[in-house]
């Protein structure tokens, strides 16, 4: 079983740039295709970036498409979402998410992924 735990969060202007990273212990990521998600206040959770386990595929919904992008560095055993052009409808708590099944696509919604960190709150001011 794989823990989770995310970090880099914090208030930035719209426009600006931040990024996340999510560490994870117990067991390597490697083995694992891996998501970021957002919740934001009222809203239900959002896929926001996915990664396939060695990289090669990647999916983004439109709303991020072009600003965001997700990484993963397995020898680091460490997941990152870098997030441009920042807008305050991506004010939300953000989480990474570890999914455990073979699939020949990057799951999109959440109940696809089976371990999941605490959140790292994201604020984006005007």
């Known amino acids: 079983q794989v823990q989770l735990v995310e970090s880099g969060g914090g208030l930035v202007e719209a426009g600006g740039s931040l990024r996340l990273s999510c560490t994870a212990s117990?067991?390597?990521?490697?083995?694992?295709?891996m998501g970021w998600f957002r919740q934001a206040p009222g809203k239900e959770r959002e896929f926001v970036a996915g990664?396939?386990?060695?990289?090669?595929?990647?999916s983004y919904p439109d709303s991020v498409k072009g600003r965001f992008a997700i990484s993963r560095d397995n020898a680091k055993n460490t997941l990152y979402l870098q997030m441009n052009s920042l807008k305050l409808e991506d004010t939300a708590v953000y989480y990474c998410?570890?999914?455990?099944?073979?699939?020949?696509?990057?799951?999109?919604?959440?109940?696809?992924?089976?371990?999941w960190g605490q959140g790292t709150q994201v604020t984006v001011s005007s």
């Open positions: 998410a570890a999914d455990r099944s073979f699939r020949s696509y990057v799951a999109t919604t959440a109940y696809m992924y089976d371990y």
């Open positions: 117990g067991r390597s990521i490697s083995y694992y295709a």
């Open positions: 990664i396939n386990m060695n990289g090669g595929s990647t």
